[in-house]
């Protein structure tokens, strides 16, 4: 089962704005990780932030945790045509029998228009 | 260095058939997952190893599911008698071996495809 969810479904900007997509989640994580997928294909790493830590910065990626609402945002800024791609959240409960198990949420397709 | 491998990237097959997928983990990870992606759907776990032994098997959706990693490096998920359902894209990831806490890299998946 998911236990994340991104939130817009669909979020259509054009090229130098900022995008921000949410990841609501249900039970308690370790840690959460934003993903980027190309074309229905292979996942890429972009951030994992850790359930004590609030905020995290890579490149033009901003991501924050709020573990009291179990919710964490992703900023892209100054957005380019290459940014176009499915982001979903990942949550790692970090714990007993579900050790090591990633839940996916459906994702947020962002499309930037040039 | 080479990030995960997998093959094929696409398999088409026939219904009631047999299949396998193998994945090359980066090497030195002794972590890895597979997880099953459906259109429009995020990942879904199905198995995790860690070494040579399946430390959690409970998201393979039934017997016809089975995987093996006998060496502790590639593993080979395995489908018997394929239903059209199985259709999906099958994703597989590795880590440095303290799941939970290292980044999971994946692969570029293979697309089943159950005719």
């Known amino acids: 089962s998911q236990q994340g969810e991104e939130d817009p479904q669909a979020l259509s900007i054009q090229e130098g704005e900022n995008a921000t997509m949410n990841c609501s989640y249900k039970?308690?994580?370790?840690?959460l990780q934003w993903y980027r997928q190309n074309s229905g294909r292979g996942l890429v790493h972009l951030i994992l932030i850790r359930s004590n830590e609030r905020e995290k910065h890579s490149g033009r990626l901003r991501v924050t945790l709020d573990t009291s609402k179990k919710s964490s945002s992703l900023l892209i800024t100054a957005s380019r045509a290459a940014d176009t791609a499915s982001y979903f959240c990942?949550?790692?409960?970090?714990?007993?029998?579900?050790?090591?198990?990633?839940?996916f949420g459906r994702g947020t397709q962002l499309t930037v228009w040039p | 260095g080479a990030g995960v491998s997998q093959t094929p990237s696409n398999k088409v097959t026939e219904k009631g058939k047999y299949v396998e997928l193998r994945c090359d983990p980066i090497s030195g990870h002794t972590a890895l997952y597979w997880y099953r992606q459906s259109l429009g759907q995020g990942p879904e776990f199905l198995i995790y190893f860690q070494g040579t032994g399946a430390a959690d098997d409970s998201g393979l959706p039934n017997d016809r599911f089975f995987a093996v990693r006998p060496e502790g490096s590639v593993s080979t998920l395995k489908i018997q008698r394929t239903e059209r359902g199985d259709s999906a894209v099958y994703l597989c990831?590795?880590?440095?071996?303290?799941?939970?806490?290292?980044?999971?890299?994946f692969g570029p998946g293979t697309r089943l495809l159950v005719l």
């Open positions: 039970t308690s994580i370790n840690n």
């Open positions: 990942a949550t790692d409960k970090g714990r007993g029998s579900t050790l090591g198990r990633l839940y």
């Open positions: 990831a590795s880590s440095l071996g303290l799941a939970g806490v290292e980044t999971q890299y």
